[in-house]
C-alpha cells in the first residue's frame, strides 16, 4: 500500500472514530436529561447506552467508508474496534476503575463485529452519483 493510500485510510478510520465518539456525547448529555428529567430506570439507561453505542459505530463507519466505499469489512472493524478501546480508555481515566477483562472484549468484540458489518453494507451501497454531487455544489 502506497504511503498515501495508508494516510487517506488513516484519515478516514479517525474521521470515524472522532464522529462517533462526538455522537455518543451527544448522545450522552441527551439521555442524562432523560434521567434528570423523567427518572428513567436502570434498565432502560442500560438498553439506550447500547442502542447508541450502535448508532455511534454506524454513523462512524458511515463517515470512514463512505457508500460504495472500498475495503469497508476491515475499515469497518478498526474503526468500531477503535471507537470501543477509545471509549472505554475514556470512561477508565475519567473513573479511575478498569471494566473486567470479559466485559472489555465482549465490547471490543461487538464493535469489531458490528463495525465490521455497518461497513461491508455501507460499501455496498451505491456510491453517489457525480452528476448529484455537481448539482449540489452549484446549487
Do not use: H
Not at 500500500?1 to 472522532?18: D, E, F
Not at 453505542?53 to 475499515?75: E, S, T, Y
Not at 471490543?108 to 455501507?122: D, H, I, K, P, Q
Amino acid at each position: 500500500m502506497a504511503p498515501q493510500s495508508r494516510g487517506r485510510t488513516l484519515w478516514s478510520i479517525l474521521k470515524g472514530i472522532v464522529l462517533a465518539l462526538a455522537a455518543t456525547l451527544v448522545a450522552m448529555a441527551g439521555l442524562a436529561l432523560l434521567v434528570v428529567r423523567f427518572g428513567l430506570s436502570d434498565g432502560a439507561l442500560t438498553a439506550l447506552n447500547q442502542l447508541t453505542k450502535v448508532a455511534a459505530i454506524f454513523l462512524g463507519v458511515w463517515a470512514a467508508v463512505g457508500r460504495g466505499g472500498q475495503r469497508g469489512f476491515a475499515l469497518g472493524a478498526v474503526t468500531g474496534l477503535g471507537y470501543m478501546a477509545l471509549g472505554y480508555a475514556l470512561v477508565c481515566l475519567l473513573d479511575g476503575q478498569m471494566a473486567p477483562a470479559g466485559v472489555l472484549a465482549a465490547e471490543f468484540g461487538m464493535g469489531a463485529g458490528l463495525g465490521a458489518l455497518s461497513g461491508a453494507l455501507t460499501a455496498n451501497l451505491p456510491a453517489p452519483s457525480k452528476k448529484r454531487r455537481g448539482a449540489a455544489k452549484a446549487a
